[in-house]
């Protein structure tokens, strides 16, 4: 692993590794752009997301940090969800069971459905990159990480198809884009069902003055258990005031289907714009922003959630073939274009 710094007229990037401060065991690397543009991954510990800086100030939402992450697999900051993404009813596909009860990783939730796969604080991902480059169309800060998930796995029974995941990180101006991609390594079909949970918490304003885009359309109804029923309504698009849950303010916890590559949702706050946009790959979308939590989170999902269930159409991978997703967060001044 190489971490390196180059400057060019137009920006300086850098790339650099350092330690936790909090946990001596963990890799952070940080890849910025000039001085006021930052993002931090732990690339031994489930290659989480752990900051994102702008003008000196985090914009994630720490929640329990990342102790509890590794510790029992609670999210915060920019978790990846993979091999599948929110939660699972239906454990079977193509004839083939994932066994889940007693495989290690597995995280239930309040209703012993399983959610969020099986890597979070993962320490098996191995960088192939990390570099500043000075010019050219690849200029920029970069991260590259590859995991192996094959049977060699204590948890490949609760997912049991070979395959590799790469996740591509690329800083550029106030810009982080991150490009997931798997790949199948064996003999069976894969399940393509990843997906990734970027909190954020603008800081400078209050929750209830927080403004949310939703430019989702179609949204997926979900039964108490919040799985899909298979129904779709549609909806126009908004722009919300979140204002005081305790006095008629707005809260999600939504699945949309159907949201095309492109598609931008943003949040506004504390004089800054952060915007999510849907680059490719991500056909579904989670809106989540609870009434005891100031975070909103603004979610890119290859599937839907209980990805097995049939109700939705699923992307698979086979015979060395990859699926590619990619997303991007960009931070202007509030009210801002991205």
């Known amino acids: 692993m190489t971490s390196v710094y180059r400057k ?35 690339t031994n510990a489930g290659m989480v997301g752990t900051s994102l ?34 939660r699972l009813a239906v454990t079977e596909f193509e004839g083939t069971q994932l066994t889940l009860d007693g495989t290690p990783h597995v995280h239930p939730d309040e209703n012993r459905l399983p959610i969020h796969g099986l890597l979070a604080g993962s320490p098996d991902w191995e960088v192939t990159v990390c570099e500043a480059v000075e010019d050219g169309e690849e200029a920029g ?32 101006g106030h810009s982080v884009s991150i490009t997931t991609s798997i790949a199948a390594t064996g003999d069976q079909v ?10 954020f918490s603008p800081p400078g304003a209050d929750r209830q003055d927080w403004t ?39 809260t999600f916890d939504d699945l949309y289907c159907d949201v095309a590559e492109g598609t931008q949702a ?27 939590d100031s975070l909103v989170a603004i979610e890119p999902m290859t599937a839907a959630t209980d990805p097995l269930s049939g109700h939705f159409t699923l992307n ?7 699926y590619s997703a990619q997303f991007s967060i960009i931070v202007t001044d509030e009210g801002t274009q991205a």
């Open 141 to 172: 800060a970069w991260l590259v990480a590859q995991l192996e998930f094959g049977p060699e796995r204590v948890d490949f029974a609760a997912f049991p198809f070979e395959h590799r995941l790469e996740v591509a990180v690329h800083v550029v």
């Open 190 to 199: 894969v399940p393509v069902a990843f997906g990734w949970h970027p909190y």
């Open 53 to 86: 800086r702008h003008r000196g100030e985090e914009l994630l939402g720490q929640r329990g940090g990342l102790g509890p992450y590794r510790d029992a697999g609670k999210t915060f900051g920019i978790p990846l969800l993979a091999p599948w993404a929110n």
């Open 266 to 292: 943003w949040l506004d706050g504390g004089r800054r714009r952060i915007t999510v946009s849907y680059d490719n790959g991500y056909p579904f979308a989670v809106l989540y922003a609870p009434a005891g």
């Open 212 to 250: 949310l885009s939703k430019p989702f359309t179609h949204h997926v109804e979900l039964d108490e258990r919040n799985v899909p029923t298979g129904e779709v309504v549609r909806e126009p698009v908004d722009v919300v005031v979140l204002g005081d849950p305790a006095d008629g303010g707005h």
């Open 8 to 42: 060019n007229e137009r920006m300086s990037y850098a790339a650099i590794e350092s330690v936790d401060p909090e946990f001596p065991d963990v890799t952070l690397v940080t890849l910025s752009s000039g001085e006021d543009f930052s993002v931090s991954f732990a």
């Open 316 to 322: 698979t991978v086979a015979d060395d073939a990859t």
